[in-house]
């Protein structure tokens, strides 16, 4: 057996639930080592190609006897699969999800073990992706499996399993949305949800997020001569204004305080930044590239607006800065109600699970809860999985080495709850 928290002797439930639990525990070992093997297969974004996990999932889900799999794919190299488990007649429609690549490993001298090597240290499980999100993927295949198995349950569950959501899933779920491939009642997206801790919280509310660049305009001339006029440079004028926006550009924001308190807008100013050309040229050019989390309420028409305003008021207060802003995309935030019934089967199998009631609360990132519900019309709680938030994104990547046998348990409990009812 792997090494496992909060392992409870679970009362109260129902001979389905038992059932399942029964196969979960005899295939803890398995969980953890297919976890490993989806780690060990590489599958960053950029350049991204989830063709090999994909495949390896493909095959795992055959071997556990689960057969109805779709492959979509709007290009080749990106496959998006839909895993379909049918119950015993009618009822509702329950989605799992996860996506299947990741961010690329970075900076390797910072990596303390290979990414790609996903080793147990500590009764910890490392490796790229590990919490964000192979873990999830692997704890939805066995609990899948987990209801195939048995009989009695109404409806349908589905896995989905998207292609290129650490770009912005324009491949992945976007496509497959906007293609009308997603149909549910409620979906579960297997996002880390934790901050502070692992299991943390459910996270209800996947913020929104407006990026966008300014472009800062100056004098390009011979830099040798600069010091004889009055030119403008562009990089000392973005430093400035980059200074003025990450110290000003949260109080330009409207909006209201959510109702579940917690975080409102986040802004992230400079995430990128270009300026110059070479040396002996005075910069006449720059520009730098920012991100605004939003909260529901805000739109990025709405967070443009203020941009635009807070602009004109730093070329007010400065005379040398010419600026422009680029908007590259946005999207609102969703939110499903925190007394939904899929939030609260999350909390009827969680408190069996890991002995704790889990609250719901705004989750910081933007998820594939947008495609799935302001696209699809589908009603998801847009972050509940293993691991925490910020571990992921980042070297030595790692989650509890039992996570994967806490999750499968939690997803298949939960599933049997909101599809019983």
């Given at each position: 057996?792997p ?8 009362t ?5 639930e ?54 979509l ?20 429609n ?6 299947l690549?990741t ?64 770009a ?11 293609e ?7 979906a ?21 997020g ?5 472009h ?5 001339m011979?830099?040798s ?38 975080l ?21 050019n ?40 680029e908007i ?9 109600p ?14 069996h699970?890991?002995?704790?009631r ?39 990547e790692?989650?509890?080495a ?10 298949a ?9």
């Amino acid at each position: 057996m792997p090494v496992l928290a909060n392992v409870l002797v679970v009362t109260d439930l129902t001979p389905s639930e038992l059932d399942v639990l029964t196969f979960l525990e005899a295939t803890a070992d398995e969980q953890l080592a297919f976890a490993r093997e989806l780690i060990a297969t590489p599958s960053p974004t950029p350049p991204g190609d989830e063709r090999a996990v994909a495949l390896l999932v493909r095959e795992r889900l055959e071997r556990l006897g689960m057969s109805d799999i779709t492959e979509l794919a709007a290009v080749p190299e990106r496959p998006n699969l839909v895993v379909r488990v049918p119950g015993a007649g009618e009822g509702r429609n329950l989605i799992l999800s996860g996506h299947l690549d990741t961010k690329p490993a970075g900076d390797m001298s910072r990596w303390e073990t290979d990414p790609w090597d996903p080793v147990i240290r500590d009764g910890d499980l490392y490796g790229l992706g590990s919490g964000d999100m192979k873990v999830a993927v692997a704890a939805m295949v066995y609990s899948a499996a987990a209801l195939s198995r048995i009989e009695g349950w109404p409806g349908q569950l589905q896995l989905v399993f998207t292609a290129d959501e650490e770009a912005g899933s324009a491949l992945g779920s976007k496509w497959m949305a906007a293609e009308g491939y997603l149909h549910g009642d409620a979906a579960i997206i297997g996002e880390p949800c934790g901050v502070l801790s692992e299991w943390e919280h459910i996270g209800v509310v996947s913020r929104g997020g407006l990026l966008f660049n300014i472009h800062v305009k100056g004098t390009q001339m011979h830099s040798s001569v600069s010091d004889r006029f009055d030119p403008v440079n562009a990089t000392v004028e973005m430093a400035w204004l980059i200074q003025r926006m990450h110290a000003q550009m949260k109080g330009y924001l409207t909006y209201e305080p959510h109702h579940l308190g917690g975080l409102g807008p986040t802004v992230n100013v400079g995430v990128l930044a270009e300026a110059g050309v070479y040396y002996g040229v005075y910069p006449g050019n720059a520009w730098f590239g920012c991100d605004i989390r939003l909260v529901p309420g805000m739109t990025p028409e709405s967070v443009t607006a203020d941009l635009q305003r807070f602009l004109d008021d730093a070329m007010e207060a400065n005379p040398r800065l010419e600026a422009e802003l680029e908007i590259i995309g946005g999207i609102e935030a969703t939110e499903i109600p925190f007394d939904h019934p899929v939030v609260s089967a999350i909390q009827h199998a969680s408190s069996h699970v890991l002995g704790k009631r889990l609250e719901p609360v705004i989750f910081p990132g933007a998820t594939d809860a947008y495609s799935f519900q302001a696209t699809a019309g589908i009603p998801s709680v847009a972050a509940f999985g293993p691991g925490y938030l910020p571990r992921a994104h980042s070297p030595n990547e790692h989650l509890a080495a039992g996570g994967v046998y806490e999750a499968s348990r939690i997803y298949a409990l939960a599933a049997l709850k909101y599809l019983a009812e």
